[in-house]
Structures are given as C-alpha cells and as structure tokens.
C-alpha cells in the first residue's frame, strides 16, 4: 500500500483532475473536488467517520471473538475441506457491506481489521461500483476485496449459496434499512453480527407517526426520550424480522449519535428463545400532561404446576402513572438491554489502544462507550430534568447532583444516557419522584403560587397531595450513578456543518431497479431525514429528476411526499 502519509509522484498520477484524496483512519478514497456537486459518483459524507470507527472497532472485536467461539468448527470445516481438496482454500471470516458506495468503509475494514479476511463490497449504483473498484486499489486492498454490483436484497436473499456465507452483515443506507432487514437477518451466519444504521430520525423521533408505523411497525410517543426510544423502535424492528425465521437478536451496542441511529446486534436462532421475545418488546403510555410514563410488555412468563405459559400481561398503566388523565399509547418497542457491558469493555479496550492519529475520533468514542456503561441497561427510556418535571411544576428545580442523590437516598438505582444530556434514567416508580420534588418545592417556598392555577391542573394535583412515605434526603449520595466514574469528554461540541448530507445520484444497470425503497425528500434530501425540504424546493428537486429521468433514462421516483397518499 502506497504510504497514507505520503503526497509524491505516485499518487498525483492516480489522482484525476477535478478530483482529491481523502484520508480517513488507515484508508483514502478518492473524490471529486467539489463535494457538493450534484452528480458525485459515489456517496461520501465525512461527518459518519465516527460512525466508521466505532464500526471498526467492533467489527475486529466480533471477528476475534467469532473466530475463537466457533474455533473447533471451523478447524473441522477446513480440514473436511482439505481432505476433499488439498488446495481448498481455508474458511474466511466475510463481510458484506451491502450498501458500500466509494467502498471508504470496506476499504477500512480491509486495512484495519486484521482478523476480517473478507470483505464483500457491494452497490446497486454503477457509478459507485466504478469507485469501489478505483478505492480499494488505490488503498492495496484488492485482494481482500470482493466487489459487487446488486441489488442488496437479492444479494442477502442468495443466502443459501454457500458462497455468501457472512458473519457480518454491515447496512449503512440513505434513511432507513426496514427494506433490507428481512434479507440481511436470513443471510447472516447463526450467532452472526449485524451492524446497522438508520438516518430517518425525524420518523423515528415522532414527527411522522403514521410513516414510522408503516416502515418500522412501531407508533412512536413525541417526548423527551424520542432519541432512546428510536434505538428502540429499531431493535424492535430487527426483533420482529429475525423472529419470522427462527432467528432473536442480542443487541451489543445500541446508539443515538449525532443525527442517526448505529446499532450492533448478534444473530441468535433457536426457537424456544424466539418464543421469549413477546417478553423483551412492548408498549410505552404516556401522559402528554404530567409527562409520566409506563410500559408493558406484549407477553408475561408465567409459572405453571406443568411447567410455564406465554400470558398476556397486567397492565397496571393507571396506578403506575400517577395523576394521570388521558394516557398515549406507543409501541410496540424494544424493552430490553440496550448493550452488551462486556462487548462495550472489550470494544473500548480496543480503541483505547488505539492510535489517535488513525481514528481521529477516538476521545469522543472513549467517552461514549463510558456513557453506554454508565446507564442502567435494565430502565427503559427516562425524563428530562427540566423538561419534563420543571414544565409541570412550573418551577425552577435543583441541580441534577440533588435529584439523583435524593433518588438514590430513597433507595433507587438512577443513571444518565449516552443519547442525550440532563436526564434522568430511574427504576424509581413515579409516585417516589413526584414526593421527592414535592418537598423540595415546599422546602424552597411557603407559597405554591396556586391561586390561578385550574383546580384540575397537574401541577395543583401533584403539590397538594399527601405526600407518601418516601424517604426524602437531599444530601450528597455516594453511588455510581450519582457521577460520572471515568473523567471522560461525553457530549464533545460538533463541529460547523456536522449532519447529514445529499444522497449520490444512482446510476442502475439496465432492468435493475430500487425494491421496495424510493427516494423520498427524507432521503433523498440527506441521509438523516432531519433536515427536511420546503415544499417549494421539493417541487423543484421533482422536477429536475422527471428532467433526468426522461434526459437519461434513470429511474428517479418523484418526491412522494407532495402525492396525497402516502406511498
Ligand atoms: C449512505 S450510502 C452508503 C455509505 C457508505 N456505507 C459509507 O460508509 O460511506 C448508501 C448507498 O446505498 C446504495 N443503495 C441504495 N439502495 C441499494 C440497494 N437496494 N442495493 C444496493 N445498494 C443500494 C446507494 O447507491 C448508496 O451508495
């Protein structure tokens, strides 16, 4: 491999004009200069190098582990295979990135993942195959990569062909990967990884509710937890797709990050544990007055003389959200672990190790890898300080430090989350928190300031109940939840234009064409669906690719959002 470091002779003359390299970790791509043009070959946004990293990091420490957990197989398989043909290859640990684009990624799982010995690169766009190609020669890596150019849910769905045998599975797509996940999960080796990206936040996050249903199978709640609760709606929908084919995920490591959802997820099958899963996913009600909050899940394990059964749950939603009046209901979720603690150890041991100069965002990982083991893995979803209780009592409340002690006081478990700032992430019911915040507003003053406030008003409702026999102490507790262990920078400040970014044109072969996913102002706009287009600029962008679609026969789906119905 050419140098990375080294700008001389040998690379100007790979270097097209009108075109630049880029160096990211180990590898380089090279790029049109003009990033922002509208017809880039192959999609490249550098604010997802964290996301690369972390995928790096993890994917050399699933490799390691995936090789020595399945060590006496994979002996035996090689030596079948060398009995029956002495020059038979041995076994290779493959990974397909399905969704590949100029190959940056691939290219780095080649050149940094040293236990990885495959690497299958594929794109549905000519242009961006052309870039793979051009990238993993530029980085010396051609022999470690296989490059194709399909459909990637034709690709996953060749899953009994013996060649496509992959551990990892990696789906980085524009917006959402719902149309991909029922192939990846069937292609995927038992006890395989999936490594998946979802960049639609704005309909995981509640602002389309019915769009979210219909990709994700889960309504979500428009609430301060929304970044948490699209992790959660992603697992549920990986859940769901593995459970139709005898398969149960067990996420790893499961992120909010920037402007998109990561998650890592292993690949289990068996179905006496698939049938567990009614008791791992479930609904969220909420009451959009006091902010409260419950859930259930969709199935109970209940003991039996014989045995067990699968019940339906006691849903106690009223007594477990006190002055409640007109609970929501969102759901179905993932109600489980978000992470596995001890995969996020060794994935962090691993980047500690690592050199800052190749993984450029390894402080900010460090600290939030901390953050994942840092939260209760056991609490699902959790309250904004401010937001939610400082609303409702319309009151300036304690410093966090307080709240958390004093929840720790009572003898509760609290933590915060790596997917936002200034919450509170409690297995303390609500009843003990509204006592706790009670007493502190009448411990600051004597008068409630009630007087205007409507006799059926929440805050009335809450500060003038009896007051329960919690234990109120707001001196400082000693406990891990009440500080940050490891000195480490969580919420580092982003840099200028850090977000999503537009989508590259798709150039099909000839009959080839975009199952079950069109390009939409969501993703096509950017590959985060956060920032959304005006009406305006989506009838201009539709009519410029009805232009392209008649100049240059590629199939470009106008913009279905400005269609009444909703495909
Ligand atoms: C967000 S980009 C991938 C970025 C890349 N993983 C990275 O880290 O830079 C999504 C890519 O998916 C490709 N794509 C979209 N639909 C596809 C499909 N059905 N099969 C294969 N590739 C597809 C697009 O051409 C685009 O290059």
Not at 423 to 428: E, L, P, R
Not at 488 to 495: K, Y
Request: charged fraction near 30%; include cysteine; charge should be positive.
């Amino acid at each position: 491999m050419v140098d990375p470091d080294k700008t001389g002779h040998e690379e100007a003359e790979m270097v097209p004009e009108g075109f630049k390299f880029i160096k990211e970790g180990k590898a380089r791509i090279i790029y049109p200069s003009n990033e922002d043009a509208d017809d880039v070959p192959a999609f490249y946004n550098p604010a997802q190098v964290f996301n690369r990293d972390l995928s790096c990091a993890v994917l050399e420490e699933f490799a390691v582990q995936y090789k020595e957990k399945n060590k006496d197989f994979i002996d035996k398989m090689n030596s079948e295979k060398k009995a029956e043909n002495p020059d038979a290859e041995p076994w290779k640990f493959r990974t397909l990135e399905a969704l590949s684009a100029s190959g940056l990624r691939s290219c780095r799982y080649a050149l940094e993942c040293d236990t990885v010995d495959r690497i299958i690169a594929n794109d549905i766009s000519v242009s961006a195959v052309q870039e793979i190609h051009r990238n993993s020669k530029f980085n010396d890596c051609e022999k470690k990569i296989e490059i194709a150019n399909k459909d990637a849910i034709e690709l996953m769905a060749l899953r009994r062909a013996p060649k496509l045998n992959v551990p990892v599975i990696d789906l980085d797509p524009y917006g959402s990967a719902t149309p991909f996940l029922d192939s990846a999960v069937q292609a995927v080796n038992y006890g395989g990884m999936l490594m998946v990206t979802c960049t639609d936040m704005g309909v995981l996050a509640g602002n389309h509710p019915e769009a979210c249903f219909a990709k994700y199978g889960s309504f979500p709640l428009k609430a301060h937890f929304c970044h948490e609760q699209a992790i959660r709606i992603v697992l549920y929908s990986i859940e769901r797709a593995a459970n139709r084919y005898g398969r149960y995920i067990e996420p790893l490591i499961s992120l909010h990050l920037d402007f998109f959802i990561r998650v890592f997820v292993r690949v289990h099958h068996g179905k006496k544990h698939v049938k567990l899963s009614c008791t791992k996913v479930g609904n969220v009600c909420r009451d959009p007055q006091s902010h409260g909050f419950t859930h259930y899940t969709l199935g109970e394990l209940q003991k039996t003389e014989n045995g067990s059964k699968y019940v339906p749950p006691q849903v106690k939603t009223a007594s477990s959200v006190p002055y409640a009046t007109n609970l929501k209901q969102g759901g179905p979720m993932w109600l489980g672990p978000l992470h596995n603690h001890e995969f996020v150890r060794a994935v962090q041991s691993r980047i500690e190790d690592c050199d800052e100069n190749v993984w450029t965002t390894k402080v900010r990982l460090c600290g939030l890898l901390e953050a994942c083991l840092e939260e209760l893995n056991d609490v699902p979803l959790y309250y904004h300080m401010q937001k939610d209780f400082g609303i409702v009592l319309k009151f300036s409340l304690m410093k966090q430090q307080i709240l958390r002690s004093a929840i720790i006081n009572a003898g509760y478990r609290v933590s915060s989350s790596h997917a936002t700032t200034d919450i509170i992430k409690t297995d303390a019911p609500l009843n003990v928190i509204w006592d706790i915040l009670r007493a502190y507003v009448k411990s600051k003053t004597e008068d409630l300031n009630l007087d205007k406030v409507d006799e059926h008003h929440v805050k009335r409702k809450i500060l003038t109940d009896v007051q329960g026999d919690t234990k109120i102490s707001f001196d400082i507790a000693q406990d891990k939840g009440l500080k940050a262990i490891k000195n480490v920078i969580r919420f580092p400040p982003l840099p200028a234009n850090w977000g999503p970014k537009a989508a590259a044109r798709m150039q099909m072969q000839e009959g080839q064409k975009l199952d079950g996913k069109k390009k939409t102002s969501e993703n096509k706009d950017n590959d985060g669906g956060v920032r959304q287009l005006s009406k305006r600029q989506r009838i201009k962008q539709n009519k410029r690719a009805k232009r392209r679609k008649t100049e240059e026969n590629v199939p470009v789906d106008p913009d279905p959002a400005l269609s009444t119905s909703m495909d």
